[in-house]
Structures are given as structure tokens and as C-alpha cells.
């Protein structure tokens, strides 16, 4: 990623943390008004890196702890909700931690990250895979905006990977920036994610 703004923040979900409950995601009944939409799915698992860019230097974290449904018609229609818990991002270093936490995410306050997938568009079939937009909204640190993310569809043994990344704006959220050895972390992040769906038991 290239601009005048430069910052990436990856995010991968890797393994789930047993202390850390999972929130309750599931469809809300307003996606689902007018629509037929038979199957439904839940996230088995994903990964979730973060990566921010300190100017000096990069540092990088990881969250494990999602859930979420989704309720699809084949690849062709979909909504759903995936929600990751605020203090599962871990960075490697406990005061940092800490003060990511308190001071900038205020999970205290905020415990949950949640993405409403409100929809698809712009499908464009490539070999073996989809490539397509996921409509939606995005609520972080108590804000709630909409958020259109180009991701990929891929089939996995009859489950389906989804992978995208999007830029986002921690000033969007009410996010207060970092600053570690004195250098703030800029504005701009770039979050990426997979997780892997299948049919809900």
C-alpha cells in the first residue's frame, strides 16, 4: 500500500483463546426481511494479524478470538456477522497491551469488533475462486460505519475461504493514535483477514 498516509495493520485469526469468550454473532432479523436465503453457515476458524506502522518501526499483533454466522444462497447472495473480542489483539508485549487496550480501543467499554454483512457485489468468477465486494458495516471502539471490503471466495472442501484487506482510518473510529518511543503511529491501518466457513451444526 502506497500514499501519502502509508500504515498497515494485518489482521489473522489463528487459534481461538479458551479464557475469552466468543460473542454472540449472529444474523439480525432485518438482513434477512425479503430474502430467501436457505443455507446457513458459521465460521469454523480465521487468522488475523495486525501490522502498524510506527514510522520508525513496525510492530505487529495477533487477535484469536471470532465468531459469527452467515445465511447465503449458494456464493451467488449472502449476510452475516463475524465479531472478534477488542482484547484478544495481543502484540507480544504486556505494557503495550495494556495500553492499546485501555487507552486506545477502551475495551472496557467497547469489548467487541463486529462486521454486519449486509450483502455482495461486483462478482467477477476467476479460476477456481470468486472475486467479489462484501457490503457492509463496521462497528470499532463504539462506531459504526459503512464498509465496503473487496475480498475472494474460494471453495475448500466444501467450506468456503474468504480473504480481503481494506484501509481504514483509526480517526474514523474516535480512535486515539498510538505513540511508543515517542513517534506516533500514523492514521492510516490496513486491515486484512480469511476466515473459513461452513455449515452450522
Known amino acids: 500500500m502506497t500514499g501519502p498516509r502509508l500504515a498497515s495493520v494485518c489482521i489473522m485469526l489463528l487459534v ?13 432479523s432485518t438482513l434477512l426481511a425479503g ?19 510506527a514510522r520508525l518501526h513496525d510492530f505487529e499483533g495477533r487477535a ?3 465468531s459469527g454466522r452467515v445465511r447465503a444462497r449458494g456464493t451467488d447472495e449472502a449476510v452475516g456477522c463475524v465479531a472478534i473480542q477488542a482484547k484478544a489483539l495481543d ?24 462486521f454486519l454483512l449486509a450483502g455482495l ?30 475480498a475472494t471466495v474460494s471453495p475448500v472442501d466444501g467450506r468456503f475461504e474468504v480473504e480481503g484487506r481494506t484501509p481504514l482510518l483509526m480517526s474514523d473510529y474516535g480512535i486515539e493514535r ?24
Not at 35 to 53: H, I, K, M, P, Q
Not at 97 to 107: F, G, T
Not at 133 to 141: A, Y
Not at 182 to 194: A, I, L, N, S
Open 121 to 150: 457485489s461486483d462478482f467477477r468468477r476467476e479460476a477456481g475462486r470468486i472475486s467479489v465486494t462484501l457490503e457492509g458495516e463496521l462497528t470499532l471502539h463504539g462506531v459504526t460505519r459503512p464498509l465496503r471490503i473487496p
Open 178 to 201: 498510538p505513540t511508543f518511543l515517542f513517534v506516533t503511529v500514523k492514521d492510516e491501518v490496513e486491515v486484512r483477514f480469511r476466515v473459513l466457513v461452513g455449515e452450522a451444526e
Open 16 to 28: 481461538l483463546v479458551p479464557s475469552l469468550p466468543l460473542a454472540a454473532c449472529d444474523v439480525p
Open 64 to 66: 484469536t478470538a471470532v
Open 35 to 53: 430474502r430467501t436465503l436457505s443455507e446457513t453457515r458459521r465460521v469454523l476458524r480465521g487468522e488475523v494479524v495486525f501490522v502498524a506502522d
Open 91 to 114: 502484540t507480544g508485549i504486556g505494557l503495550r497491551n495494556r495500553l492499546m487496550w485501555e487507552d486506545h480501543l477502551e475495551v472496557a467499554k467497547f469489548p467487541e469488533i463486529r
